[in-house]
Nanobody, 124 residues
């Protein structure tokens, strides 16, 4: 069993930055791919980014490419999402996920564990 707890969300102005964290506890964190997903009210869940257990990036969603960076620190059992140049359309609940294919996946259902999420609100 793996427990995931996200933090770092909040209210930020357009063009600002935030760094989200996801701390994992339970079974070994370092052998699991991790991902970030987001969902805004009334919208479908959207893939944001994923990373292999080795630290190699799997990829980013088209809407965040070039602005967001995913990383991980296996020694700290922590996943990060650095978000720059934030836009109002980035407003959503951001959740982390663990497990699934070793190189990562953009499919939410491929993962085995999910966090509760943290709210990010970008004001214009």
């Amino acid at each position: 069993q793996v427990q995931l707890v996200e933090s770092g969300g909040g209210l930020v102005q357009v063009g600002g930055s935030l760094r989200l964290s996801c701390v994992a506890s339970g079974r070994s964190f370092s052998r699991k791919a991790m991902g970030w997903f987001r969902q805004a009210p009334g919208n479908a869940r959207e893939f944001v980014a994923a990373i292999a257990w080795s630290g190699m990036s799997f990829g980013y969603g088209d809407s965040v490419q070039g602005r967001f960076t995913i990383s991980r620190d296996n020694a700290k059992n922590t996943l990060y999402l650095q978000m720059n140049s934030l836009k109002p359309e980035d407003t959503a609940v951001y959740s982390c996920a663990a497990g699934g294919p070793v190189y990562g996946s953009q499919i939410y259902e491929d993962y085995d564990y999910w966090g509760q999420g943290t709210q990010v609100t970008v004001s214009s």
